[in-house]
Every structure is written in C-alpha cells, then in structure tokens.
C-alpha cells in the first residue's frame, strides 16, 4: 500500500494563505469604501445598484492588465503602485465613452502565495478605486504552482461604468475646427515595458542602481477620471482618446470620423524627463512616437468656443493644451514637425 499523504498544500496550494488574503481585502476594502449594502467580497458573486438619477443607462465594460511592467516590480521589489496602474488601464478606457466608474474587479495569479506582496498591489488597487471614484466589488487570487516561475505573477483588471445614453461620447459629435487638446502623462504609465527592459538589458543597466530609473519607472499611470467625467456633465468635450499602446497616432485615429483628420503638431507636445532620456540614449522619434505616450497621456477634442473653458478643472501639473486641431482630410492622424526633445 502506498503510505505518501497527497494533499493539495503539497501540491503548492495554500487554501488557509488565501482565505485570509480574501479576509484580508474584505476588511480593507470596506474601511476605504465605508459599508455598502450589497458588498460581497469572498462570496461567488457581486452586486451594486445602478445610480437612480440616471434615466437611460448604458452598461461599458472594459478589461485591461500592466503588461510587462510588472517585470519591473518584481526587480525593484516594490508593489504599492501597480495596482493604480490596473485601476487606470481600465477606467481611462471607459472614460473615453463618457461613462462614469462603477465597480471594479481584480483577478491575480501567482506561482505561490506571498500575503505581504498581495497586500502591497491590493491597496494599490483600493487606491486607483478611490481616485476613480468606484467600487472594489471582488476579484480572483489563483495560486498556480507550475505555471509560473518563482516569485513571478500576472494581474488582470475589469472595469464596469455607466453613461447616461444622451452623454455618450462617439464620432458623430467630432467636428471640424475643433481643437485637440493634450492632457499631460505621469510617465510612461503602463505601455512600451518590453522596449525599456529590452533596451535596459542591452544596454546592461542595473535599474537598482540608477536613481533616475528606479524613480520613474513605477511611476503610476495617471487616472483621468474625475476631471474629465466633469467635463462631459458640462458638455464641454466632443471627444476623447486614452494615448496607451501604439502612440498618439493609432489611439486618436480609433476616435476620427471618415473625411476628417487629426492634424498634431509635434512642435507643441511638451514631453517630460523619462522620455528625453530614451530619445539621448538613441532610441528614434519615430519608436518613440509607436511605442510612448512621449507625455501625452490623454486627449481631448474641444470646440473651440468651449476651450477657455477646460483649464479650471485641471490641477497645474495636468493642464491641457493644444496639439492639434480637426481638419478635412482623408488620413485620420497626421503628424507635423518633430517634438522639442531639449525645451
């Protein structure tokens, strides 16, 4: 008779480790949120009510991770921001449709469970809630011994907002002569990681080492939520774009209507420290321009009657300012002059 004791903890499954985790993100969660009536963190499913001053709500979803930044986190071992990150990809994508934040939900997957390291990204994802305005309403911790590496884990984020359906922002209201604004970046919030860790690998740098790296490349995605969700009550905006993967050409292009075209003047973008850095250490405009947000993290398309408007909703660091401006055309992006990589 075989006398081994096979148990699922000796598989790499700690049920007891992840009970208290869920115990853990109820008792947070709650504080931050204050009690809500049909939370339930730790149960097979969540509800939330559906605001009542709304007449015809539509229902966006959006679903979103931070990609290989997380790469980053594990080298510097450091955690507290990547869930604002989360957060953001997601809410910055629902803001484009004019929807407000509701509810959010997490999923993470790690090789083992590591309760100080869950702890650190769950609060980071409680406080990306807090800035968005909406509600942690569950999630999902799978431990995966076996898929991945030692130390090594993946994050996932699903966002659930809703727009009353006259507020909904879509093509039709873009027109030409409207303005594009730009609305300043954190950093390189959560897109191009695999170009900085292919070009940091290269290059042979030890980001633990660098001060200037270790201080900017966990540097959260900015969440543009509670400013510009005012600027759609107000009817200020005709039109949006979250600037992540692919630059501000693929990402404005997706909001352009036929027969009209973006024209950006490159010459007016004011780009920060963590990208002139890449530029002078040989990384082309071009690249850049594809894989950045190059300090543009968000877009606005403004008529130009409402553009004196806008400033008093934003802090000084997140002032918009004008890039660009709609024309006739049959390409939807066109991008003019070169950015200032010194000024």
Request: proline fraction near 2%.
């Amino acid at each position: 008779m075989n006398k081994k004791k096979y148990t699922y903890k000796k598989s790499g499954v700690n049920i007891k480790a992840a009970d208290k985790f869920v115990n853990f993100i109820s008792s947070v969660s709650t504080k931050k949120r204050g009690k809500k009536k049909f939370s339930n963190i730790g149960g097979f499913g969540s509800i939330t009510n559906i605001p009542s001053n709304i007449k015809q709500p539509k229902i966006v979803a959006c679903t979103d991770g931070v990609g290989t930044k997380i790469e980053i986190a594990n080298t510097l071992n450091k955690f507290d921001t990547i869930g604002i990150d989360l957060v953001a990809m997601s809410v910055n994508d629902l803001i484009v449709q004019g929807a407000k934040p509701l509810i959010f939900l997490d999923y993470i997957s790690i090789n083992k469970i590591n309760i100080k390291k869950l702890k650190s990204i769950i609060k980071g994802i409680i406080n990306g809630c807090k800035q968005s305005d909406c509600e942690l309403v569950g999630g999902e911790t799978a431990e995966m011994p076996g898929t991945y590496e030692k130390g090594k884990f993946d994050i996932a984020g699903f966002a659930v907002g809703i727009v009353e359906q006259n507020k909904i922002l879509n093509k039709n209201k873009i027109k030409k002569n409207d303005f594009i604004l730009a609305i300043p970046s954190s950093g390189l919030h959560s897109n191009g990681y695999s170009l900085v860790r292919y070009f940091i690998k290269q290059n042979k740098i030890d980001i633990k080492k660098n001060k200037f790296l270790k201080s900017q490349l966990l540097k959260p995605t900015k969440i543009y939520a509670k400013e510009v969700l005012k600027l759609i009550n107000k009817d200020l905006i005709n039109g949006c774009a979250n600037i992540t993967g692919g630059g501000l050409a693929d990402n404005i292009k997706r909001i352009i209507p036929n027969r009209l075209s973006a024209n950006i003047n490159l010459n007016n973008i004011k780009t920060s420290k963590i990208f002139k850095w890449f530029k002078k250490k040989g990384i082309s405009e071009k690249e850049m321009l594809k894989t950045f947000n190059c300090g543009v993290g968000f877009c606005l398309i403004v008529d130009y009657k409402k553009l004196n408007k806008i400033n008093k909703y934003f802090s000084k660091e997140y002032r918009p300012y004008v890039i660009g401006k709609i024309s006739s055309g049959k390409d939807k992006v066109k991008l003019n002059g070169s950015i200032n990589w010194l000024k």
